[in-house]
């Protein structure tokens, strides 16, 4: 069970490496950590965390959450930018809808829902 565990943290850091380097951002560190408010966040410093429950989630929303974390080692904050390099990076996902969910940590139903509406970027 823990070696399940163990290989899903690797495999959710080897993804969040991959989409750095495509990114080109640097983060400093990626921590996987209990989360009740957030799926993700991302300091100023450079330290990039995600929620642990997010390791069971569906491998499309995971990515969701991890472009938008590391985007915001670019972005600070939810501007037309922001978003317009979202969108530039997962096609064909409408990030609007998203991000008036996700203030409220959507559901994950919910929020894949919105996902295949937008005609899910993991479908690539
Ligand atoms: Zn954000």
Not at 51 to 67: C, H, N, P, T
């Amino acid at each position: 069970m823990t070696d399940i565990r163990e290989s899903r943290r690797v495999a959710f850091k080897a993804k969040v490496h991959a989409w750095a380097k495509r990114l080109k951002v640097e983060p400093r560190q990626v921590r996987i950590q209990n989360m009740r408010q957030k799926w993700g966040s991302c300091s100023t410093l450079g330290y990039v965390s995600f929620a642990s429950d997010l390791l069971g989630k569906r491998a499309d929303f995971q990515e969701y959450v991890i472009v938008h974390e590391l985007l915001h080692l670019r972005v600070p904050n939810h501007s037309k930018l922001f978003r317009a390099s979202l969108i530039a990076h997962l096609p064909g996902l409408l990030a609007e809808s998203y991000f008036a969910e996700r203030s409220r940590r959507a559901s994950v139903p919910k929020a894949l829902k919105i996902l295949k509406r937008a005609g899910a970027a993991s479908r690539r």
